[in-house]
Each structure stands twice: as C-alpha cells, then as structure tokens.
C-alpha cells in the first residue's frame, strides 16, 4: 500500500475501535450470542476447504479438454499422402533424376 492508503487505514482502524469501546455490554453481549449462533448453523463449520474439491476437479476437466482440443489429430488423409510421399522418395528414379536429365540433354547419336 501507498502512504495515503496506509494513514487512511489507520485512522479508519482508531475509528472503528473507538465506536467498539462506546457498545455498552448487553448490546456486545448480543452480538456475540447472535455471531455464535451463525456459527453453529453454518454448514461447513471451519471446513471451507471442501469447497475446493470440485472447483479443483472442474479446472482439471477443463484444462484436459483445452489440452485436447489444441493437439492437433491425425488425419487419415494426412497419413495416405505421407506414405505416398514415402513411396516415391524410395525410388531409384527420382534418386538419379539429375542424371536422367543429363542423359535426355547429351544424347549420343546412334
């Protein structure tokens, strides 16, 4: 926090204990009563961490999806053109194609 915020902070801090000081004991009293009697109704009673558990299981579901989704698949399509790709890389001819060239350009007469 900046300067400002820190003296707004502390005066706004004295405030509030002053007006705490000034709650006379049957009234203090009260809202200590009523402050314990939430507590005992709440349900999760200090176990706040549960709820955690499925928002935790929900980011994962989503990330996994998100994961996915962004791998990019295979594609029979792609495979096919890979391996006729392959096929024709394997051949002599396209191997010696420079030469093959050559040959067709110096033609010796029969």
């Given at each position: 926090?900046?300067?400002?915020?820190?003296?707004?902070v502390?005066?706004?801090?004295?405030?509030?204990?002053?007006s705490?000081?000034g709650?006379?004991?049957t009234t203090?009293?009260?809202?200590r009563q009523t402050?314990?009697?939430?507590?005992?109704k709440?349900?999760?009673?200090?176990?706040?961490?549960?709820i955690?558990i499925?928002?935790?299981?929900?980011a994962?579901?989503c990330m996994a999806?998100?994961?996915f989704?962004?791998v990019?698949?295979?594609?029979?399509?792609d495979q096919?053109f890979i391996?006729?790709i392959?096929?024709?890389?394997?051949?002599?001819?396209?191997?010696n194609?420079?030469f093959?060239?050559?040959?067709?350009?110096?033609?010796l007469?029969?």
């Open positions: 926090m900046n300067e400002d915020n820190e003296i707004f502390y005066k706004l801090r004295n405030r509030f204990e002053e705490v000081k709650i006379d004991a203090l009293s009260k809202i402050r314990a009697q939430v507590l005992a709440s349900k999760y009673k200090g176990k706040n961490y549960l955690w499925p928002a935790g299981a929900f994962s579901v999806l998100l994961v989704s962004i990019p698949q295979r594609n029979v399509e096919t391996d006729e392959n096929i024709i890389s394997d051949l002599d001819l396209y191997e194609l420079d093959y060239e050559w040959l067709e350009q110096h033609e007469p029969s």
